[in-house]
């Protein structure tokens, strides 16, 4: 999971579509997990071991972040790296209100218009919704924070301690890994109750220790670039890693969603229950690791499947996390709500999971597509004014933002270091790492 594709140990990382994967597959697990009663839930990861599809949202983001961000700041160009970073944070927080004031539109129609006093509050909304007047200034503030709506402004604080990150990691990165565990420490037992207002729960994820996940997947790519070299795949390490994912499946007993089974656990739930997630539990941590390292090793970079038609989707949903996670976020609200209306039967389950899927890839697909496009009118335009364009996209010299594969060819980079998708998806097969 967390290799880059590298041409040299010189040069840039080109996009490592395992990246984009698993942010999509972690974007579909979020739209299952908020939908509470979702049968597909007993497939996520969070039925197989302790942590969940949040801690794989966030360590990719890290990691991302680093390739987006960290290249620039190291290159000297703090000025610009830091007006980049809060460009972002600053679109995050925009698109939270967003979200927000969508979603209580439409939990207040439904409420108000459809439901009736039969209506439940999965979210802890309806007290804006009373009274907009006095909790839009916590909103703002993000001091209101309903249920489900509480993984971007995580996310808006993270990418603000970014800068900090990156300065610590210039001077080390044992340095930068030292002050987040001592942090994290920290937020094992302070988070933000006293920061949120009395009808509003408090947040689901306490920043002050879930920034440790965060700057491990920023020290990780930062290393990778460094060395010029994946991960160690060490056979001691995997073999521990997979003990641990195997110890933690046998723990949380997957089968027992199956009816008649509910009895055959090896603990009590309440046992699996008690791996804090709001402050990101230790075990929790350490069975992520373990899974990410796995995931990391046993997955090439060049894996065929990458490249294939079916995967695209997928990948294409990962490369536009944010608005793709704004998008789910609605679905499974509106799910929630069908949910509710007509219970949970499965032609219900079926056509909710159905129509989710369905529009989650094909925005996917829909973005990528337009973003494929915006970048190569560009390109081909500056080369049809030189001359350089005969026949083919990929002749003549090569601009100073390209970055040759291992065959020779040439794509030319985003804006954030990487090629742009539809060119490495068709030669994600021919790169390898070194």
């Known amino acids: 999971m967390t290799q880059a594709i590298v041409t040299s140990a010189n040069s840039p990382p080109a996009r490592d579509f395992r990246l984009d994967l698993w942010r999509g597959v972690a974007l579909l697990m979020i739209f299952i997990d908020h939908i509470p009663g979702n049968i597909l839930s007993t497939v996520t990861l969070k039925s197989f071991g302790f942590s969940d599809a949040a801690e794989l949202?966030?360590?990719?983001?890290?990691?991302?972040?680093?390739?987006?961000?960290?290249?620039?700041?190291?290159?000297?160009?703090?000025?610009?790296?830091?007006?980049?970073?809060?460009?972002?944070?600053?679109?995050?927080?925009?698109?939270?209100?967003?979200?927000?004031?969508?979603?209580?539109?439409?939990?207040?129609?439904?409420?108000?218009?459809?439901?009736?006093?039969d209506f439940e509050d999965p979210l802890v909304i309806l007290p804006f919704i009373a009274d907009p007047h006095t909790h839009l200034k916590h909103v703002l503030a993000l001091r209101y924070v309903p249920k489900f709506l509480d993984i971007l402004p995580l996310y808006i604080v993270l990418m603000a301690s970014l800068p900090i990150l990156l300065l610590l990691a210039r001077v080390h990165l044992l340095l930068c890994?030292?002050?987040?565990?001592?942090?994290?420490?920290?937020?094992?037992?302070?988070?933000l109750q006293s920061w949120v207002t009395d009808a509003s729960p408090h947040w689901t994820f306490n920043p002050i220790a879930w920034q440790f996940l965060f700057t491990?997947?920023?020290?990780?790519?930062?290393?990778?670039?460094?060395?010029?070299?994946?991960?160690?795949?060490?056979?001691?390490?995997?073999?521990?890693?997979?003990?641990i994912v195997a110890v933690s499946a046998l723990l949380a007993a997957p089968w027992s969603s199956i009816p008649g089974l509910e009895g055959w656990t090896v603990v009590d739930a309440d046992f699996i229950y008690s791996f804090d997630k709001p402050n990101l539990s230790p075990i929790r941590l350490i069975h992520f690791l373990a899974l990410a390292y796995l995931a990391a090793v046993m997955v090439p970079i060049n894996a065929p499947f990458l490249a294939g038609r079916w995967v695209r989707p997928l990948i294409q949903v990962?490369?536009?996390?944010?608005?793709?996670?704004?998008?789910?976020?609605?679905?499974?609200i509106v799910g929630q709500l069908i949910f509710q209306s007509f219970g949970l039967g499965w032609p219900v389950q079926l056509a909710v999971d159905s129509v989710g899927f369905v529009t989650i890839l094909a925005a996917g697909s829909m973005l990528g597509f337009v973003s494929d496009r915006r970048k190569r009118a560009p390109s081909l335009a500056d080369q049809g004014a030189s001359g350089t364009i005969k026949g083919s996209e990929t002749q003549g010299r090569p601009g100073d933002n390209a970055v040759r594969d291992s065959s020779g060819s040439f794509d030319r980079l985003e804006r954030d270091g990487s090629p742009s998708s539809a060119a490495s998806l068709r030669c994600a097969g021919r790169i390898h790492a070194p």
Request: with cysteine.
């Open 57 to 117: 949202f966030v360590f990719v983001a890290g990691y991302s972040s680093m390739l987006a961000y960290g290249r620039r700041f190291f290159k000297g160009e703090n000025s610009s790296a830091v007006l980049r970073i809060f460009r972002r944070v600053g679109q995050l927080y925009l698109a939270h209100i967003a979200l927000f004031v969508l979603v209580a539109g439409i939990v207040g129609i439904y409420a108000f218009r459809l439901s009736g006093d």
């Open 216 to 243: 491990l997947g920023v020290i990780t790519a930062r290393r990778i670039i460094q060395t010029g070299r994946p991960l160690p795949r060490s056979k001691a390490l995997i073999a521990l890693s997979a003990l």
């Open 318 to 332: 990962g490369r536009n996390s944010l608005p793709i996670f704004c998008l789910g976020t609605v679905l499974s």
């Open 177 to 191: 890994f030292g002050v987040s565990l001592c942090v994290y420490a920290l937020g094992q037992n302070w988070d």
